[in-house]
């Protein structure tokens, strides 16, 4: 009979054990996936910024030329410009609750869709007035700072979580 208890007893302590190995190995290959998403949503919204801000300079460059805008640019402005809208909100339905991430993301989104916000004005001999240009710098520095706070930011959360 004692036998038999301690057959029992082996046999669901064995089934506890494996039970939690699994459920422990099930939950680490979540994480492992969720991190390799985030990773996924956090490169695609630094690409949808880097396109806007493309598309912006070449369009600052074209008016600095004397040229016109086209409706192609326009077209590309609105389009990068909800590339990276939605980029940024994938990944805000990803990361709940890392405020210097979720920071980050915004900051980075923020500065690349309000670039357009700086009225040029017209240009001379390929410049703009020294307060647009000295805006343009201090757009375009704020930008690549932005853009090195989510890489960094992203890189933190998903290789420390």
């Known amino acids: 009979m004692w036998s038999t208890i301690v057959a029992v007893l082996g046999t669901l302590a064995g089934v506890a054990l494996a039970g939690y190995a699994q459920r422990s190995f099930d939950e680490r290959a979540r994480e492992h996936a969720h991190r390799q998403e985030v990773a996924r949503a956090i490169a695609e919204l630094l690409e949808a910024v880097v396109r806007h801000r493309e598309v912006h300079w070449l369009f600052v460059e074209s008016r600095r030329a004397g040229e016109a805008e086209t409706a192609e640019e326009r077209v590309a402005r609105a389009t990068t410009r909800s590339a990276a809208t ?34 040029l004005g017209p240009a001379t001999d390929g410049r703009f007035s020294p307060d647009v240009e000295a805006a343009l710098e201090a757009a375009r520095e704020g930008c690549r700072g932005a853009h090195t706070a989510l890489r960094t930011a992203g890189s933190a959360y998903i290789h420390n979580r």
């Open 86 to 119: 939605v980029a940024r909100d994938r990944v805000g339905l990803l990361v709940e609750s890392e405020p210097a991430l979720l920071g980050a993301i915004e900051t980075a989104w923020r500065t690349a869709v309000e670039l357009p916000d700086i009225v």
